[in-house]
């Protein structure tokens, strides 16, 4: 079993900035790829950023792209999300995923619990 623990959600103002971390259970962490995801109030989730197993690949929502980045740290067995110029429409709950291959693909097979990210106006 993996769990995927998130932290670093918060209130932020609109144009401010945040982390997210995904800290996972398992050494094998750094065989898989990442993925962040969102979900806010009304709506269904929707794919945020993905990072290939080694860092070598990464991938992004055109709403995001050229606003966050995502990293990993596999010795930490941590993913990682940097937000910047935060707008409203960036409020939901964020959530990690594990990719069930190296590659970043569209399958995830364990998520995380979640973690609030809320952008003020």
């Known amino acids: 079993q993996v769990q995927l623990v998130e932290s670093g959600g918060g209130l932020v103002q609109a144009g401010g900035s945040l982390r997210l971390s995904c800290a996972a259970s398992?050494?094998?962490?750094?065989?898989?790829?990442m993925g962040w995801f969102r979900q806010a109030p009304g709506k269904e989730r929707e794919f945020v950023a993905a990072i290939s197993w080694n860092g070598g690949s990464t991938y992004y929502a055109d709403s995001v792209k050229g606003r966050f980045t995502i990293s990993r740290d596999n010795v930490k067995n941590t993913v990682y999300l940097q937000m910047n110029s935060l707008k409203p429409e960036d409020t939901a709950v964020y959530y990690c995923?594990?990719?069930?291959?190296?590659?970043?693909?569209?399958?995830?097979?364990?998520w995380g619990q979640g973690t609030q990210v809320t952008v003020s106006s």
């Open positions: 398992r050494r094998t962490f750094s065989r898989y790829a």
């Open positions: 995923a594990r990719g069930d291959t190296g590659a970043i693909s569209h399958g995830y097979d364990y």
